[in-house]
């Protein structure tokens, strides 16, 4: 079954750390690939996003994640997190034409 | 970019009873969707609400429990009827333009909790 995976499901971390998510999907041909953030108590925003172009993608708050076809990979990375990234990541794939599949999401906590 | 209101954005029910969650869109979109969160996990799509015909659920939901309505191109409403324990979540709305961009917006949700 096509499907869209995310390696980690609690990742805990020291403010100034660098953070990589993994994300994995199964779909073959065209997708266009998300990453969707979920802060403590609000709603979920969209992070960054990548439809074609260069495959590296910068978003909000020093984001970034590379699209690696080859790999079916879009894994998401922060070179130094903050307090403040504690949430939770989801990872989400649109295959063109079809509907958006999520990812069973990261929890990330950051300590001071 | 859409933004999406809710309503209710949270509500207290009793078994047995029905429920209806409002949303609407600030532009006009092609697609809006319904989403349920449970508690600690991912996003499950219900169904796709189609503007002027009969929604498409996914696999395990079912129009008698989910009826959804799309009168126009920025309103939809998700009822959840005959509600249970088990239907305590947190329902999102959710649109796409198609036309111009394929970007999935969210609502704020809807934290349901059914006595």
């Known amino acids: 079954a096509q499907s869209v995976s995310q390696h980690n499901h609690h990742v805990i971390l020291s403010e100034a750390a660098s953070l990589e998510l993994g994300c994995n999907y199964s779909y073959g041909g065209t997708v266009n690939l998300f990453w969707y953030v979920q802060y403590p108590g609000q709603h979920l925003q969209l992070l960054l996003k990548?439809?074609?172009?260069?495959?590296l993608v910068k978003g909000i708050k020093g984001f970034e994640a590379e699209f690696i076809k080859s790999k079916f990979s879009f894994n998401l990375r922060k070179p130094s997190v903050q307090w403040s990234d504690t949430a939770e990541y989801f990872c989400a794939v649109n295959p063109l034409g079809s509907k958006l599949s999520f990812g069973a999401g990261t929890t990330v906590t950051v300590r001071a | 970019s859409a933004v999406i209101s809710q309503k209710p954005s949270r509500d207290i029910c009793q078994r047995g009873t029905s429920l209806t969650i409002q949303c609407q869109v600030d532009?006009?979109?092609?697609?809006m969707f319904w989403y349920r969160q449970q508690p600690g996990q991912s996003l499950t799509l219900i169904a796709t609400?189609?503007?002027?015909?009969?929604?498409?659920?996914e696999s395990g939901f079912v129009i008698d429990k989910f009826p959804i309505s799309r009168p126009n191109l920025t309103f939809s409403t998700l009822t959840v009827s005959n509600m249970s324990p088990e239907d305590s979540s947190i329902y999102l709305c959710?649109?796409?333009?198609?036309?111009?961009?394929?970007?999935?917006?969210f609502g704020p949700g809807t934290r349901l909790l059914v006595l």
């Open positions: 609400a189609n503007q002027g015909s009969e929604a498409t659920y």
């Open positions: 990548y439809f074609s172009g260069d495959p």
């Open positions: 959710s649109a796409r333009d198609g036309r111009t961009q394929e970007t999935q917006y």
């Open positions: 532009s006009q979109v092609t697609m």
